[in-house]
C-alpha cells in the first residue's frame, strides 16, 4: 500500500531554535497534505492543509508565521516549527490523501522543546 | 463545519467480551466514516472504514454500522483480546474526494485478560 515516509521520527530542540518535519510519499504523488498536532491523551487537531505549489491553508488559531508549511512537489511535503517553545512540544503527523486508499498517514514526529 | 462526538472516553472489557464505542456527526454532507487504532507514540492505523451508501460492514471481529439518518456510527468488536487494547478514533470526512478529516476525541480501550 502507500507509504509516507516522516522524518525525524523524534527530536530535541533548545528553546528560540527551529525544526523541520518532512514527509514524504514514496510510492505516490501526494497532491494534498494534511498536518496534525496531537498532545497527550488528546485527538488529533488539523493544523493546516497543504496543497502542492500553491500556500497551505491554515486552521483557526493556528499561527502561520510559526508553523511554515512547504509543499514543493509532489512527493514532499515539510513543516518547520519556528522559535520553538516548550508549549510547542507535542506529536505532530502529516497524512496525505488518496482517492482509493483513503489517508495515509506518517509515521509522526515527537517534538521536545527544552 | 463538521463536529464529530465520540463516547465513552474509555472503556474497559474483559478478555471474550464486546466492546462498542460510538460517534455522532453534525454535518448531513459526511460521507466517509473511517475508524482508527493508534497504540501510544504510533500512527493512527485504519482498522475499518464505511461510506455514506452502506449501512453496515464487517471484517471478521471488527463490524461498523452507520446511521445517516440520526447521524451516527459505531464501532463494534467481538471477541475482544488484550491486544486490541489501544484508543479508537472516529471521524468523518464530508468531501468527495475525501478532504479534511474531522476526528472524534478517542476512545482508550484496555481489554483485561
Known amino acids: 500500500g502507500a507509504v509516507v515516509s516522516q522524518h525525524p521520527s523524534w527530536v530535541i530542540c533548545k528553546s528560540g531554535t527551529s525544526v523541520k518535519i518532512e514527509c514524504r510519499s514514496l510510492d505516490f504523488q501526494a497532491t494534498t497534505m494534511f498536518w496534525y498536532r496531537q498532545f497527550p491523551k488528546q485527538s488529533l487537531m488539523l493544523m493546516a492543509t497543504s496543497n502542492e505549489g500553491s500556500k497551505a491553508t491554515y486552521e483557526q488559531g493556528v499561527e502561520k508565521d510559526k508553523f511554515l508549511i512547504n509543499h514543493a512537489s509532489l512527493t514532499l511535503s515539510t513543516l518547520t516549527v519556528t522559535s520553538a517553545h516548550p508549549e510547542d512540544s507535542s506529536f505532530y503527523i502529516c497524512?496525505?490523501?488518496?482517492?482509493?486508499?483513503?489517508?495515509?498517514f506518517g509515521s509522526g514526529t515527537r517534538l521536545t522543546v527544552v | 463545519g463538521e463536529n464529530v462526538e465520540q463516547h465513552p472516553s474509555t472503556l474497559s472489557v474483559q478478555e471474550g467480551d464486546s466492546a462498542v464505542i460510538k460517534c455522532t456527526y453534525s454535518d448531513s454532507a459526511s460521507n466517509y466514516f473511517p475508524w482508527y487504532k493508534q497504540e501510544l507514540g504510533k500512527r493512527p492505523q485504519l482498522i475499518i472504514d464505511i461510506r455514506s451508501n452502506v449501512g453496515e460492514k464487517k471484517d471478521q471481529r471488527i463490524a461498523v454500522t452507520l446511521n445517516k439518518t440520526a447521524k451516527h456510527f459505531s464501532l463494534h468488536i467481538t471477541e475482544t483480546q488484550p491486544e486490541d487494547s489501544a484508543v479508537y478514533f472516529c471521524?468523518?470526512?464530508?468531501?468527495?474526494?475525501?478532504?479534511?478529516?474531522?476526528f472524534g476525541r478517542g476512545t482508550q480501550l484496555t481489554v483485561w485478560p
Open positions: 497524512s496525505a490523501e488518496q482517492v482509493i486508499d483513503g489517508y495515509t
Open positions: 471521524a468523518a470526512s464530508t468531501s468527495s474526494t475525501l478532504g479534511r478529516l474531522y
